[in-house]
């Protein structure tokens, strides 16, 4: 059979880089064939399929902030890249890579899965900024896009709110590679043995804010410290943070690592008692399946992306957001009864080998794309 070519189109950042690299690193060579175009100030190692060869990678001027003048570029860019290169399909990634792929899906004829992981619209701080940001998406939901979303939660505000037909969606969950190996780490550890952590950059996404708050709820009874690791890029709420860590009278408590590798990340977790979680909202986290790999129970909010992962009461507790009170229970709970909390890791590596384990999954994604083709 005649080998399926593939455009990803992204933002290679964060958990979209990790998602494409997991996808690239494990679909069959035999029938798939790769072209990676990204933007041109995010990741700086190059992309490799299963066999570990290099694949080909164009890259664009795709930033995360709104520019009239380097979105045309990239569209254009893109256009000329696809036109060149002829695809099959194109999968489009995050929101950036979904506007650049979905506008050259339309202008070249070729059919689009878009993977949000997380709808720009959550993003919004403002009404006004959602309506517009919700309308952007509805409009580049028409035409031959095809909604590949990253949960089920994904997949339910796909249809709810974006209006995209049922017909028009699938679904392929976020998965990694077991972690059969935990390397030493390549920064000086500055933290206690003990302590909790979460991976994500002060934003408004990551609610940071509500986390310290319940590190202070903690420790009124509890010696708690708390790891936070993901400074650096587009940490917009780090002063807040900062702040409030001062105003409560936390430093002692918290450490806050800026951008570091994987291999550091996947350490600090697995070390961790327990993996916490704030956010707003999530496509499907993948620091939370690490940590599900990694057999790390979960105490986080209960919005999309994390209530596709923690189970509440079986691997973890999902907390209504910003119920600081609650929230602080169930890490108390899980820290004294020895007994939940093995329960509670042993389910932590079930779910994420039943759900998560890409070597299990990929397939899956396989057969979708061949789908698309028929």
């Not at 059979?1 to 494409?20: E, N, Q, R």
């Not at 570029?73 to 999968?91: F, N, Y």
């Not at 028409?142 to 909604?147: A, D, F, M, R, S």
Request: proline share 2%; hydrophobic share 35%.
């Amino acid at each position: 059979m005649k080998k399926i070519k593939i455009a990803h189109i992204l933002h290679s950042v964060g958990g979209v880089d990790v998602s494409l690299r997991q996808i690239l690193h494990n679909l069959d060579t035999k029938n798939f064939e790769n072209i990676v175009i990204h933007g041109d100030s995010d990741s700086i190692n190059g992309f490799v399929d299963k066999d570990g060869r290099s694949i080909v990678d164009y890259q664009l001027p795709i930033y995360r902030e709104i520019s009239l003048k380097s979105d045309f570029q990239a569209i254009l860019k893109a256009w000329k890249i696809v036109r060149k290169e002829k695809p099959d399909l194109i999968h489009s990634h995050s929101t950036k890579g979904g506007v650049t792929g979905r506008i050259v899906g339309f202008l070249t004829g070729i059919k689009v899965l878009h993977t949000p992981q997380a709808f720009s619209f959550l993003s919004a701080e403002s009404k006004i900024k959602k309506v517009f940001f919700l309308g952007i998406e509805k409009l580049l939901s028409k035409g031959k896009t095809i909604l590949l979303a990253s949960s089920q939660s994904e997949l339910n505000r796909a249809i709810n709110e974006v209006g995209f037909p049922k017909s028009k969606t699938s679904l392929f969950n976020n998965a990694i590679e077991p972690i059969d190996q935990i390397l030493d780490l390549s920064i000086t550890k500055t933290w206690p043995d003990q302590y909790l952590c979460t991976v994500g950059r002060p934003c408004y996404q990551k609610n940071i804010e509500e986390l310290i708050e319940v590190l202070y709820e903690l420790n009124k009874t509890r010696d708690v410290h708390l790891v936070i690791l993901g400074l650096g890029h587009h940490a917009d709420h780090i002063k807040q943070v900062e702040d409030l860590i001062t105003k409560l009278n936390l430093k002692s408590k918290v450490t806050l690592l800026s951008w570091t590798t994987r291999e550091d990340v996947l350490n600090i977790i697995s070390k961790s008692k327990l993996y916490l979680s704030t956010a707003r909202y999530e496509g499907l986290p993948y620091s939370v399946i690490e940590s599900l790999a990694l057999s790390i129970p979960g105490v986080v909010s209960d919005c999309d992306g994390n209530r596709d992962l923690i189970i509440n009461g079986f691997n973890g507790y999902c907390i209504k957001e910003n119920d600081t009170e609650e929230f602080s229970k169930k890490i108390i709970e899980l820290l004294q009864n020895e007994n939940k909390y093995d329960k509670f890791s042993k389910n932590a590596k079930e779910t994420f080998e039943k759900n998560h384990n890409i070597y299990q999954k990929i397939n899956d994604l396989e057969s979708i794309y061949i789908a698309q083709l028929k």
